[in-house]
């Protein structure tokens, strides 16, 4: 069975600064998919950014991008000139490939505060 | 494309109650999941959908839970004889069946006092 772990419950920074939020996770698969997601008080679950295993760029959208390590089994996210808006929860999350239920396998979160 | 919708937002039940929960996917998307979050806690999956064929259903979905999608297109989650440990929010998810990406609806958030 696939885990993934979120170390940091909370984090806190101030606006514009640079923050970057970690994962790990455990397979044993060979090709996956890793996706963060970012859930705002009180409103759904958004994708971030997802990243194909076999591919070794590291993915990046607009001002968040990750550092895939994949020996390492090491996912992090890191969000540049942060806004206030980035204030959410943030879940790191593993999908097997495949057929079959693509279902997502998610970490603990990060509380994530951005201050003014 | 007006995105993922659930109903009620929020249900407040007594013990031993049943309930229902319903989910509309995104038109197009034949794949629907649902998922259970505990507060602080990231959400878990519970059952899966490929169009109105149920075809994996987590150990966490006792004999009380039943869900369905009748016609492959919206789906209900039941809960019969609800009880305190069932309180949580209810994820419903859907995607396209060659695309990875799973679209989440707002949730229901079910109390059970």
């Known amino acids: 069975a696939q885990t993934v772990t979120q170390s940091q419950p909370e984090m806190s920074v101030q606006e514009a600064e640079t923050v970057t939020l970690s994962c790990t996770y455990d397979?044993?698969?060979?090709?996956?998919?890793l996706f963060w997601y970012k859930q705002p008080p009180s409103r759904q679950m958004i994708l971030v950014i997802r990243q194909e295993a076999y591919k070794q760029q590291n993915a990046t959208e607009n001002r968040f991008s990750v550092n895939f390590q994949k020996a390492a089994k090491s996912f992090s996210l890191k969000i540049s000139d942060s806004q206030l808006g980035d204030t959410a929860m943030y879940f790191c999350a593993f999908m097997k490939h495949g057929q079959g239920a693509q279902k997502l396998v998610f970490g603990q979160g990060t509380r994530l505060t951005i201050n003014p | 494309d007006t995105g993922v919708s659930q109903d009620p937002r929020h249900k407040i039940t007594k013990r031993g109650q049943n309930v229902t929960f319903r989910c509309d996917p995104i038109?197009?998307?034949?794949?629907l999941y649902w998922y259970r979050q505990t507060l602080g806690q990231g959400p878990e999956f519970l059952t899966y959908?490929?169009?109105?064929?149920?075809?994996?259903k987590s150990r966490l979905l006792s004999d009380r839970f039943s869900a369905e999608r009748p016609k492959g297109s919206f789906s209900t989650l039941e809960i019969q004889r609800t009880e305190q440990g069932d309180s949580a929010m209810y994820l419903c998810?859907?995607?396209?069946?060659?695309?990875?990406?799973?679209?989440f609806g707002p949730g229901t958030r079910l109390l059970v006092l």
């Open positions: 959908f490929q169009n109105e064929a149920q075809l994996e």
């Open positions: 397979t044993s698969e060979s090709n996956y998919y």
């Open positions: 038109s197009e998307h034949n794949r």
């Open positions: 998810a859907s995607s396209l069946p060659t695309k990875e990406t799973q679209y």
